[in-house]
């Protein structure tokens, strides 16, 4: 038999590249993107940290500085208030929003006092959001990092529904009950998971 015949009678089949197996996997997936870049942030404890996946996606999203602040609508050109819906004073930026911001500050008071958080105090609030919260994980008891992840998480994505809030329902809330509805997500987080034997 010639090897034209040996082709002709061989299926077709589809093989991702990508792995050794040929089979695609999402882990694949997502390492591919960043092929040919080089970024200095590790974000594998987000992934592993004691929030809702949604949660965890936008945390990602936010540390690479992708959630659509006014910052990054201007530089697709779409019509926005540039001034920080929080603070009313300050360009609304990732970082801003999430760290430097009055309003996020005392938002994140309350909750360091709630979760016995007293120990990262003396950490800097200089410098990026995922600095300032690496410094944050190196204070923390290595086995209760992840609930440290998760508590940062909530306390980011509640802040991020507070601007939604008053960007899209001209509503807002005052920091302590924007903190007393982060406790609640992460109170309920950790009932899910106990509740659900901490598979989750």
Not at 72 to 82: A, E, H, T, V, Y
Not at 134 to 160: E, S
Not at 163 to 185: G, H, I, M, Y
């Amino acid at each position: 038999m010639s090897q034209i015949q040996l082709i002709e009678n061989t299926e077709d089949s589809i093989r991702w590249r990508w792995t050794v197996d040929g089979e695609y996997t999402a882990k694949s997936a997502y390492c591919i993107q960043f092929q040919g870049t080089f970024s200095k942030l590790k974000l594998q404890p987000i992934w592993k940290a004691k929030a809702e996946p949604k949660c965890r996606f936008f945390a990602w999203t936010l540390l690479h500085k992708k959630i659509l602040t006014a910052n990054n609508l201007i530089k697709r050109n779409w019509p926005n208030d540039p001034v920080c819906k929080l603070c009313g004073i300050d360009l609304e930026t990732p970082i801003h929003l999430c760290k430097d911001c009055t309003f996020s500050r005392q938002v994140w008071s309350f909750i360091k006092r709630w979760f016995s958080l007293s120990v990262i105090d003396t950490v800097g609030m200089t410098g990026s959001l995922y600095n300032y919260w690496r410094k944050c994980r190196i204070k923390i008891d290595k086995y209760q990092r992840k609930a440290f992840d998760g508590i940062m998480i909530y306390f980011l994505w509640n802040l991020w529904k507070e601007r939604n809030r008053r960007t899209f329902q001209n509503k807002s809330l005052q920091p302590s009950p924007v903190a007393l509805l982060c406790k609640e997500d992460i109170e309920q987080y950790q009932l899910a998971t106990r509740f659900h034997g901490g598979s989750r």
